[in-house]
């Protein structure tokens, strides 16, 4: 009779589910925070609840004016994915842990493009920026409980008049290389030329018969031979 009223008690006390992606911290009395996992939970009297969203995210850093190593302004912007690692870091280190790592993000965008020139920064590939930048945050995100999954550079726009220069020294360069590819074709021409015009030098019959092959159909050939007269053939 007394496991059943115990077990009537345990119903009747009031209880809070936890979803999948969620974590629930439970504060009471000054006590360590608990992390509650995905379930049903029994809420302890005085205990105070706050549901953490463990789903991955996305934020935007909006284009930003940066200096290169040889003082071009370039403007660039980017996007972090990122989700909660560690609930109890999350909520009581910093009072505004998505803008730490905002900032460690926008900072190590700085930091990646002044050590680029902005030649190198129009060659580079975004995928090599945004791992720079990735490498730099992920500490900082760390330290507020935040597992910074990716950072992807979106845009790098570099000045008008540098990007119509850019434009105009890809082009001359491939103007170039149609030129030199010319001057190899047309030097492989002459050289063969040459060539054949050595092999019908050094054979006559050759190039007598060479001249056969190129009459056009209906010609009158002649073959003259030494001490008889002419031969014509149609």
């Not at 009072?95 to 930091?111: H, M």
């Not at 190198?120 to 730099?136: E, I, S």
Request: aromatic fraction near 2%; charge should be neutral; glycine fraction near 6%.
């Amino acid at each position: 009779m007394s496991l059943d009223l115990m077990t009537l008690k345990l119903l009747l006390l009031p209880t809070c589910t936890v979803q999948p992606w969620e974590a629930l911290l439970e504060r009471r009395d000054g006590e360590a925070t608990v992390v509650l996992g995905p379930g049903r939970h029994v809420v302890r009297r005085r205990a105070e609840h706050q549901v953490v969203d463990l789903r991955e995210r996305i934020d935007l850093v909006p284009v930003q004016e940066v200096l290169t190593a040889d003082g071009v302004t370039a403007k660039v912007s980017a996007v972090f994915r990122w989700t909660v690692a560690d609930p109890v870091a999350f909520t009581e280190l910093v009072r505004d842990p998505v803008g730490a790592v905002y900032l460690a993000v926008q900072l190590g965008l700085r930091d990646v493009l002044a050590e680029q020139e902005a030649e190198a920064l129009v060659r580079a590939p975004r995928t090599r920026l945004a791992d720079g930048v990735r490498d730099r945050a992920a500490s900082a995100a760390a330290e507020v409980g935040i597992r910074l999954v990716d950072v992807v550079v979106k845009d790098v726009v570099l000045p008008a008049d540098l990007r119509a220069a850019y434009a105009e020294l890809v082009v001359g360069r491939h103007r170039a290389q149609a030129q030199l590819e010319a001057a190899r074709a047309e030097t492989a021409a002459l050289r063969s030329l040459a060539n054949g015009a050595k092999l019908l030098d050094e054979h006559p019959s050759l190039a007598q018969l060479r001249l056969v092959q190129a009459l056009p159909p209906g010609s009158r050939v002649e073959l003259v031979q030494p001490g008889r007269p002419p031969a014509r053939e149609d």
